[in-house]
């Protein structure tokens, strides 16, 4: 069964360093998406991808965020500075289309930031 | 402003106990709904959305527009059950973007 993977599942980084964070969302899937879960929170939506473009973003998703489908097949998430607060859990989905279908989310990846 | 809230962090029962978790939404439109369950270890997946008024693993949701409420139940509760459950609503346009509640941690008990 397809799945959306991952990677890495765990990175630690040092405050103010840039990270990235990969992603194959499933390949005949048109809608991309992160979400993050800081520990004890809720799962948060961050920002969708269609198109090539961003479609929408959350108010979390400021200027140090960034996304990308560089190859057709990534889909990743750049933190630029990265902060303290910026330490959850990153889940990329994807969707098929539009409407009222299942989002598919990846295992996640931990990031711990010092 | 639209959010999802699950009143109970855990839950806690005994097998074959009847399970109830609690989902209540606010949307000003006409909602898109969904439980999402998260196993030990593993990802988020979808348990059941509300417009397929299907039953999965047992499990029903009703959406109740009066009460804005979409509370997943089963009659009988097994111990591959316990696990993470989070409700979720589809936000308006076409993106689907998903507002989660903070999830509730349901454990069966042999």
């Known amino acids: 069964e397809p799945e959306v993977t991952q990677t890495p599942s765990h990175q630690v980084t040092q405050m103010g360093q840039e990270v990235i964070l990969r992603c194959v969302p499933i390949?005949?899937?048109?809608?991309f998406y992160w979400y993050r879960q800081i520990l004890g929170q809720k799962v948060e939506f961050l920002v969708s991808?269609?198109?090539?473009?961003?479609?929408?973003k959350s108010e979390i998703f400021d200027d140090q965020f960034s996304v990308e489908r560089p190859d057709g097949s990534n889909f990743t998430l750049k933190i630029r500075s990265t902060k303290l607060e910026d330490s959850a859990m990153y889940f990329c989905?994807?969707?098929?289309?539009?409407?009222?279908?299942?989002?598919?989310f990846g295992q996640g990846t931990r990031l711990t930031v010092v | 402003a639209q959010r999802v809230t699950q009143p109970e962090k855990l839950l806690s029962v005994f097998k074959g106990a009847p399970v109830e978790l609690k989902c209540n939404y606010s949307?000003?439109?006409?909602?898109?709904l969904f439980w999402y369950v998260q196993y030990s270890r593993q990802r988020l997946q979808l348990l059941l959305r509300?417009?397929s008024r299907e039953s999965i693993k047992g499990f029903t949701a009703d959406l109740n527009k009066g009460e804005t409420s979409f509370h997943l139940k089963k009659p009988f509760a097994q111990e591959e059950d316990s696990a993470m459950y989070y409700c979720?609503?589809?936000?308006?346009?076409?993106?689907?973007?998903?507002?989660f509640g903070k999830g509730t941690k349901l454990s069966v008990k042999p």
């Open positions: 509300h417009i």
């Open positions: 991808f269609y198109n090539n473009e961003i479609s929408e």
């Open positions: 390949s005949n899937h048109l809608y």
């Open positions: 949307y000003s439109g006409s909602p898109e």
């Open positions: 979720a609503l589809s936000a308006g346009g076409s993106q689907g973007n998903l507002i």
């Open positions: 989905a994807s969707r098929v289309e539009q409407g009222n279908t299942e989002a598919f």
